[in-house]
């Protein structure tokens, strides 16, 4: 997902006459490749936790919004 977005953007760019780079391609930047495909895999795999957990368990979503609205109404008092 992440390597096609980031080919098509390298061939708009090129039509352009600019090319914008990523980190990893910049010379001085020490970026570690590998870490977008980290956090995408990381964010998909909590997102399809987080559904799954609202599937299995209603009453969970139910308690993480009471719990949200009492510790704001706190933090407004």
Known sequence: M???AR???HEEHQETGTLLKSSV???GRHAVTGRSEFLEFLGLTLAAGAFALVVLHPEACEALVHTLASGTARLVH
């Open 2 to 4: 992440t390597q096609r």
């Open 7 to 9: 080919h098509e953007k």
């Open 25 to 27: 391609e910049v010379p």
